[in-house]
């Protein structure tokens, strides 16, 4: 049996269980899932208590890989492949979600611009405020009196023709 260190991962296709064993009594305490794909043991070495160690059983499902600097590791062109459906073809629904998103983000953007803008305008002075006349100081000195309006001239009466009455004596 190998001794399971941090540096080692589990690698799975489907999944499967570690077994949590106790060192005195060889008794099997629990069972951890470990979810397929390769995954790091220091969270599962984390779990085991003192006087228990992790291990590997043949019928688990997993396997055991051990860090580069102990053995070589080839690379695989599907490792980082999650298995889902080629085919699928997302809905309208999927469409019509992605545009909502979008202009529910472009409606923050500019609610967020408009309040920033009028923060900046609520800081802003507002010019110089205009300037208090002086108090009018009263003065005690006499005005002279307004002088007296002209009297309208009589216009004269007519003059009549001499001639014309000269003529009206005859």
Excluded: H
Aim: with cysteine; net charge negative; proline share 13%.
């Amino acid at each position: 049996m190998t001794e399971i260190t941090r540096n080692s991962r589990f690698v799975s296709a489907s999944g499967g269980k570690v077994d949590v064993i106790d060192l005195e009594s060889g008794e099997c305490l629990a069972e951890v899932s470990v979810p397929p794909g390769i995954q790091p043991t220091g969270p599962y070495l984390d779990l085991v208590p003192v006087g228990a160690q992790l291990q590997v059983g043949p019928k688990s499902g997993l396997s055991l890989l051990f860090p580069r600097s102990l053995t070589g590791v080839s690379t695989s062109p599907r490792r980082y492949e999650s298995g889902a459906n080629p085919d699928f073809q997302p809905t309208s629904a999927s469409r019509m979600e992605r545009e909502l998103r979008v202009t529910l983000s472009r409606l923050q953007n500019t609610e967020k611009r408009l309040e920033a803008r009028e923060r900046s305008l609520s800081s802003v002075s507002r010019g110089p405020k205009p300037k208090q006349p002086d108090p009018v100081i009263e003065d005690n000195t006499p005005t002279p009196a307004p002088a007296p309006e002209p009297e309208p001239k009589a216009e004269a009466a007519p003059k009549a023709e001499p001639k014309a009455a000269e003529a009206d004596a005859e």
